[in-house]
Every structure is written in C-alpha cells, then in structure tokens.
C-alpha cells in the first residue's frame, strides 16, 4: 500500500516555478499596461466610434491569471439547513460584508447567507420546497435559479426585483433530472456588479440516476464543488466594481476558487468528483491537469451525458457547468497535480493524502439507451432566429437591446422548438457569447451542421458560440411563463444584449 503525501517543501518549489512562469516580468508589464489600457478605453468610450475601441478584449488577448501559491485551503461552501418551524423550507438572504482575500484587509463583498458566495443549496428529484428569499442589500436584487426548469413567476429574473429590505416565498420544484445548477442575482444593470462582489452558490438536484454509475457522492469529501470566478482588485484592494468593470465583460487576473485566494485542495479520496461552474463575469475557461493527464466528464449543466467522456480538456463559458471525475490513484504519485488553465497557469494544486490502490474499481460507465437526438428531433425546422451582435454597449439580439415590455418570441409549453443562435462577427472578428436560456434544459443539435460532440450531449442551458459559429437548439419548455434568454457575459445581459420568451 503505497501512501501519496506531498511534502510542503516539494509542492512550494513547483509552485515556486508555475508562479514565475506566469507572472513573468514581461508578461506581468503586459497584462498591467493592457488593463490600464482598458480602463482608460472605458473612460473614453462615449467619445470614441465602433472602429477605436481599446476596452474591447479579444479573447487572446485577456490579462493572465496569477497562479495559486497554494497556502489556503480551499474553502467549502457550507449546506443551507432547512428551517425549522416555518412556513418556508429554507431562507436564502443577499447581503453585505467582508471578506479578508489579502492580509490585514477587510474587502467589501455580497454573500447570501454570509460574506461571501452562498451555501449549496440541495433538491431532490421531484422534491417541492419553499424559499424565503430576502433583501438586504442597499439596492435592488432578484433571486435566479439558473437551470431549474420552474414557472416564470418563480424564476427570479429582472421582472422579479426586490427591494431593499423586502422579501418573498418562491416554490423551487426541481422535476428534472439531477444536475449541478447555480443561482445568482438578476437584477437589471446590476446582475454584474452583485455577481462581481460576491453573489452565487451552488444548487444541485439529486437523483437517484447517479447511484447506478457508483459515483462519488459525499459532499465536501469526494464531490466538492468547484466555482472559478476572476476578480480584479483596486489598489485598496477592494472590488470596487464601478471603477473596475469594462463593459465588455470584466476580467481580472486574480483566480478565485470558491472565493478562496491561493488555494490548495487536500485530497483524501482516490477518485474525486468535481462540481465546476465557470461563475465569472466574462472569462472563459479551459481546464486542464497540470501533467496532462486525462480526466472523465460525466455531466453538463443539466445532468448527466448520455455516456462519460474521456477528456484532458474542458472549457466552460461563463454560467457553463461540467462535473468531472479524476482517479487520482491513476496519476503518478512523484508529479504534483494541480487544475491549471490552458495557459498552464496553476488554479488549484491539490495536496494528495490518501490510501492509494485500496479502493474499489473506479471505472464509470454507462451507456444511454436510446440516442441523444432522434432523427424527427434533428428533422425539425428551424422556427426561432437569433442573432446576437456587437461589443461592450453595442451588444444586441435581433438588432434590439432588452425591453421589459416587450415579449420577442412565444412558445407553447412541452412543445420542442428548435432555435438557431448565430453569433455574427463584426470587422474586429467578434467574440464568443455564452448563451442562456431561462426555464429550460435544452439539447445542441449541432455547431455549423455538425453534431454535438460526446462531451455536449447533455442537457444544457447555457452554451457557449463562437463567433461566426450558428448552433441549433431543441428547445423544450416545461411550464409556463416569461422567461429571458441573454448572453451570460454579465456585462453584455446588463447592456441589454437578452430577450423574452412567453411560454403559454
Ligand atoms: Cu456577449
């Protein structure tokens, strides 16, 4: 039996290497001067034209994250408890505080519940629970439960603001398979700013499916969440959003993992299973194991794929989930091992601590019945267009920017539509949008007329187009109501780049 322990000397001098590697001198200068580029390009924007646009990044040219030193645990959001003897299940509340991210500073952040983020939140299949939802922030806030297929009225989009000091009861019924899903703000022109100071948490369904696959279940011990967001900091180190933000998506080069600063997990089981949400304002993300190892994808937003997929890379668009499985016991115990982005920059290093090669056989498997789209599904014609266009306060749908008072589309509830979404370059060459649909788990048909990849046919409800790219949905909504569909760089949906659907 063979004991996996990396000593604190050895892991700090790899560290000590990742971190020179990505912040180099050159490229640190390059990332500040960018940034301070883009800053004075927004303070510049309403004078300038579409052709000079310095704030507008392209996605080759973002600021580089800092690598992790890997001197805090990572931290683990807690379960909400169910309250007990009330007229509600559990209370969820937005709020103020502060977060100590830097030593000797006290940071000014929004959490639900708590300083920071907000505690998971778990459902079971089928399972009906009322949530009080509370405001106390010093501004208007909605309560959004992304991915949860329920009434409109329910969803917490912009039409459902509340404010200061207000609360109401919604009915989250989670009739859908199991799933990793979030919920976050979605107030009108404020959804990047409460998201960028804090607000987000996990809510997963739980369903029965997964106990076939054998899959790690034990919450903060083999299926942890994972929540890579960006941040940027003002030399006070605060985030101050209003002097930080760029209104074509805020990116910083500051990786947080759970609201944890630097940090490190300590793995204490060989096979882990990993809950990801790319929950940043506008960064996009392609993981990887730091000694190219591969991993297994088990899920998408929505559930599970219909079988796992063997990869040693994923990329996740803001709002995107994934939950992936690394056998630990696999890798070579001399290598440290850590979660870096695709520029090899360390996000999360693992400390691995466990009983190697005692464990049970940790091959998942299944094979869906039937296939992921039929051919009547992939028949259907297209009877929704959508075309989304611009860059940072240009951004539209259809040529329009968001209004509350006006519906762009219907669509008769259980009834599958197919919507294609065409993300139209502009003479810069355009750049990706994530986009989300309220109210749905839908399925990609195809990216350019060529089917899903394995590791895309899942459920889904947010999905990430490249510029020039057209991608088909079979979109089918379960209940009633107005529900919005917008690019998920939060800037952009705050700009006005989201429509409405009325499901009747
Ligand atoms: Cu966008």
Redesign the pocket.
Known sequence: MKRILLTGASLLLILAGCTNAATDKHSGEQSKEHMQMQHDGNMDMDHENMEDMEGHMDHDDIPSLKASKGTQELSLPPLLKKQQGSDFDYEVVAQEGTTQFFDGTQTKTYGYNGNLLGPTVRLKEGETVKVKVRNELNEPTTFHWHGLEIPGSEDGGPQDEIQPGKSKIVTLKADQLAATLWYHPHPHELTSKQVFKGLGGMLYVDGTDQDFANLPKNYGVDDIPLIFQDRIFDEDQQLNYEELMNSD?TIGDVSLVNGTLHPKLTVTQPVMRFRILNGSNARNYTFRLSNGASFTQIASDGGLLNEPVETDELTLSPSERSEILIDFSKLDSDEPVAITDKKGNVLLPFDLDFESKAMKNSTVSWAADEPFLTKEEKDLPVSKEIE?FGMMDK?TINGQKFDPNRIDFKQEKDVSEVWEIYNKPDHMGG?I??FHIHGTQFKIISRDGKGPAPNEQGLKDSVLIEPGERVKLLVTFPEKGIYMYH???LE?EDNG?MGQVEVY
Request: aromatic share 0%; proline share 9%; glycine share 10%.
């Open positions: 998506g989304l951004v750049m949008h994530p690019c998920h760089i952009h780049m």
